[in-house]
DNA sequence: CATTACGACTTGTCATTACAACAAATTTTA
DNA sequence: TAAAATTTGTTGTAATGACAAGTCGTAATG
C-alpha cells in the first residue's frame, strides 16, 4: 500500500495557506490591508463565504484583525511561541528554530493510574505507546514532552524515528491521521526532578505545565500530552 | 440620554444563547446529541448556515463536538476555570461561586513604563485608568486581577462600584462597550509580594500570570488586564 | 453465520444572492 | 472655514440550493 498523501484540500484550507505564507514572507506587512473580500473572490474564483472562512481562520490564529467597513488589517507576528491554537508545537515556532529530542523511544506500556482524562474501555485495555521528548528552542531546551498513544492500529509505530519529526507530521503521513482540535488544562507548579534534569532549571522553578487531550479524524481515537514549560525565555501566547 | 441596552443580537447569537442554557441546565446532558442541524432549522425557523454558526460557537467553546456522519454530542463539562475563552471570567465560573473585591479603586494615572503592550499616541497621552481587584471562588483568592483602561470617553468611571459586577458588564451597559477577542501571553512566575499578600500564598510558590489585550466594537479601544492566578486548586482550561 | 451492499440520515463544502452596518472619503451646506 | 450630509467601499448577517463525505442500521448475498 502506499502513502497516497494527495489529500484534496477544501478550498478556504488552500486560500488559508495561502494568505498565511504571503503574510508570513512578508508579502503583506503588519498593519497592511488584505484585499478585499471580493476582490479575493474574484482573483481565486471563489464566492464569497469561501473567502470569508479562510479569513476567519486567519483571524483566530491572530495573523489578521478584521474591522466591519474597513477590511482585513494585518497584525504584528507575536512575541511569544502560539502553542495554544490548533496548529502544532512545530508551526508555532518555526522549524529553524526547533529541535526535537526523543529521549524516550516510543514503547508500550499500560495508561498511567490516575490519568487525568477519562478513557474509554478500548483505550484501557489496548493500553498505551509512550514517549519523552525535549523540545528546544535556539539550543535552548524549553519543552519537555510526554505523549501517550492509544495503542490501537498503529503498526510499526514504536520503531518510528521521532528526532526532528513532527508528532503531527507522522500520524498523518503514515496512518492518515489528522489532529482536528483538542482541550488542554493549564497550571504552574514547581519544576519537578525530571523537569529540573531535561530543562537545566533550579528546583522550585515555576513551570508551566499543559495537559492535553487531543481529537482526530478517527473518532474515538485521542492523542495525549503532558507538556512541561520552562516560560523564563518563551511565554506562550494565544488568542481568544 | 437613556441607556437603550436593547441590542439586537443576530440570530444565530440568539440560537447559541438558548442551546447553551440549554446544555447548562442538563436539558441535554453529556453524551446526548443534539437535535440535527435540518430539525434546529425547522424548529428555529433559520437556514442551516445559521445554525451552523450557533453549533461553530459551541463547538469552540467545548460544549459539543461535532462529528460529520453523526451529530453534534455533547461534551462532559470540563473540571477547570474555561478563563481561556471570549467569555468573560465571570461567566466561566458561574456567578454564585464567584465574589470580586475591588481592592484598589479606579483612579487615574499615567500608563506603567515598559508596559508589555504597544500603545498607540492618544493612548499614551490620555493617560489609563488603574484598578485591582482580588477574585475569589468558593471564598478562597484565586485570581489578583490588575485591569488598565485607556481614560477616553468614560465618563463617571472612577465613582462606579466594581465590586460583585463584572467589568464586560458595566462596560457593556453604561458605554456600549463590547469585548469582541483578544490575546494574552502566559507564564508561570514566582509569587511577587503582591501575589503573597493578596492570594494568601508563600513566597516562591508558582503562579499562572496572563498579559490580556482585548479588542472592543470601538476600534482603537483596547482593555488591558494583568492577571495573576493560583492554579493549586483551580486549573484552567481552554479549547483549540 | 459472516460479509457485503445499500439506503437513510448526518455534517462538510461551496456557489449565489440580497441587504444591513460600519468606516472613510467626498460633497454639500451653513 | 467648519460642520453636516452623501456617496462609496468594506465587512456582517442571512436565506437558498446543491452535492460530497461520513456513520449507522438494515437488507441482500455468499
Known amino acids: ?22 503574510i508570513e514572507e512578508g ?66 515556532i518555526g522549524k529553524d528554530n526547533l529541535k526535537t529530542d526523543a529521549i524516550v523511544k516510543p514503547y508500550v506500556m499500560p495508561w498511567p493510574d490516575q490519568f487525568i482524562f477519562d478513557l474509554t474501555d478500548t483505550e484501557r485495555e489496548s493500553g498505551c505507546i509512550y514517549f519523552e521528548r525535549i523540545r528546544y528552542v535556539n539550543e535552548i531546551p524549553v519543552f519537555y514532552d510526554l505523549s501517550y498513544l492509544p495503542n490501537i492500529n498503529l503498526p510499526r509505530f514504536t520503531s518510528r524515528n521521532l528526532n526532528n519529526a513532527s508528532l503531527f507530521d507522522i500520524l498523518r503521513e503514515h496512518y492518515r ?48 500530552s503532558i507538556l512541561y514549560c520552562n516560560t523564563e525565555e518563551h511565554s506562550l501566547y494565544g488568542e481568544f
Not at 498523501?5 to 488552500?14: A, F, I, K, N, S
Not at 503588519?30 to 471580493?38: A, I, R, V, W
Open 1 to 22: 500500500m502506499v502513502d497516497e498523501t494527495t489529500y484534496q484540500l477544501p478550498r478556504y484550507r488552500e486560500l488559508y495557506e495561502q494568505l498565511r505564507r504571503h
Open 177 to 224: 491521521i489528522e489532529i482536528k482540535g483538542g482541550m488542554q488544562y493549564i497550571e504552574a507548579i514547581p519544576a519537578t526532578e525530571n523537569c529540573q534534569k531535561h530543562l537545566g532549571v533550579d528546583p522550585e522553578k515555576p513551570i508551566l505545565k499543559l495537559q492535553r487531550k487531543m481529537e482526530t479524524n478517527r473518532l474515538d481515537f485521542f492523542v495525549y
Open 27 to 92: 508579502i503583506y506587512g503588519p498593519g497592511d490591508l488584505l484585499p478585499s473580500e471580493n476582490e479575493l473572490c474574484a482573483v481565486n474564483q471563489v464566492t464569497r463565504p469561501t473567502v470569508r472562512r479562510a479569513l476567519d481562520l486567519l483571524a483566530n490564529e491572530g495573523y489578521i484583525k478584521k474591522h466591519q467597513g474597513l477590511g482585513s488589517v494585518v497584525q504584528n507576528p507575536p512575541k511569544g511561541i502560539g502553542i495554544l491554537s490548533f496548529s502544532g508545537t512545530t508551526s508555532a
